[in-house]
């Protein structure tokens, strides 16, 4: 995912049960120029751990030459997005746009599959489809495991849906049906607790789970996973000393990876996602969004976990310092509120797993 599957949460995510994590997708064309932003992305995982490095895009030489860049600082999979929603990808014809042109998607993975070691596996991801008059999932998988994909991820929802509404299962079935079983198949879109990821497999029959936005903020998921397929104990949710551990290794990733221009935002977004559904975590956020440096975003959030701490240590426990959830009405008319200028929030609650 774009600016948010950078080296630091890949990492958190990794050190908490991940089994293989994706770079953030990057442009073909821009690596293949020498561009200073799209290279800084390519970044191998830490300790060695395996990894796969997305790249999009049209041009087959481009394509090629960048899974070649990928290969060559140790990616173990060159993945190709054909899944992307965003305007600014599929209006160059990329992205998700690619599923209303088989043949060149076909040519595109079996110009890669050319380009990179046999023993580097060539994957892509895609969506359920364009739209709803165009539902070709299952034949666009094929045309690619011919071409050379070795394996296929789908998320369920169309372009034409973007992020709204909800990922169907029906297509992920159906590609699995569509494939032969050595080719796994992994499913992907709204998967955020356990209950989502147990309805993927049993109604999806797919090999693996591909988890998004359900880890922002919630890495702790990967190890409940990890724990749930090995048939252990679930770990549970963090305790709050916990959870200001991994805020403080991520922020540390954070200043030790990021690029300086992005350290501040970076900073502002750790903060973001481990108060989320914590008390006071709203007024955190929003005096993140008035310190100018990262040195005094760092003790803002120490200050944070230590006041909370505190007040469990007193006797209120971890689970009195959890706020409840907005209804998704509240959501809507906090979402609508901000629109006009008001500051209203409700409070609310990437990579495989298998």
């Not at 992307?84 to 110009?111: F, I």
Request: overall charge positive; proline content about 6%.
């Amino acid at each position: 995912m774009e600016a948010v599957t950078d080296l630091p949460f890949r990492t958190v995510c990794e050190e908490l049960g991940a089994a293989l994590t994706f770079t953030e997708f990057l442009s073909a064309e821009a690596l293949t120029r020498g561009a200073t932003k799209a290279i800084g992305r390519m970044w191998p995982s830490l300790g060695g751990r395996r990894f796969a490095v997305q790249i999009f895009g049209r041009e087959p030489d481009a394509l090629a030459r960048a899974a070649g860049m990928a290969v060559d600082v140790g990616a173990a999979i060159v993945d190709i997005n054909m899944g992307c929603p965003a305007k600014k990808v599929t209006a160059g014809a990329c992205g998700s746009a690619l599923m209303r042109e088989p043949a060149l998607a076909a040519e595109l993975v079996s110009t890669v599959r050319r380009a990179v070691p046999a023993a580097i596996p060539v994957t892509v991801k895609h969506r359920a489809g364009w739209d709803d008059s165009s539902l070709n999932a299952a034949e666009f998988a094929r045309a690619l495991v011919d071409a050379g994909a070795a394996m296929i991820t789908v998320h369920g929802r169309t372009r034409a849906q973007g992020f709204s509404g909800s990922a169907r299962m029906e297509p992920i079935a159906a590609v699995r049906a569509a494939l032969p079983r050595e080719i796994p198949v992994v499913g992907n879109g709204d998967v955020k607790d356990v209950a989502a990821y147990q309805r993927m497999k049993r109604e999806t029959a797919c090999d693996a789970v591909m988890i998004g936005r359900g880890a922002m903020g919630n890495p702790w998921l990967f190890r409940t996973l990890a724990a749930l397929e090995q048939g252990q104990p679930d770990p549970g949710p963090p305790p709050l000393a916990e959870r200001a551990a991994v805020w403080r290794r991520h922020a540390a990733l954070v200043v030790e990876h990021s690029p300086e221009k992005m350290r501040l935002h970076e900073l502002r977004k750790t903060l973001a996602w481990y108060s989320r559904g914590l008390f006071a975590g709203s007024t955190l956020r929003q005096r993140a969004s008035t310190v100018g440096e990262p040195s005094a975003l760092l003790e803002l959030g120490e200050a944070f976990f230590a006041d909370l701490q505190a007040t469990a240590t007193a006797g209120a426990g971890d689970a009195a310092l959890a706020t409840t959830p907005a209804d998704p009405v509240a959501k809507s008319v906090a979402r609508n509120s901000r629109r006009d200028g008001r500051k209203i929030e409700a409070e609310e609650p990437c990579a495989p797993a298998s």
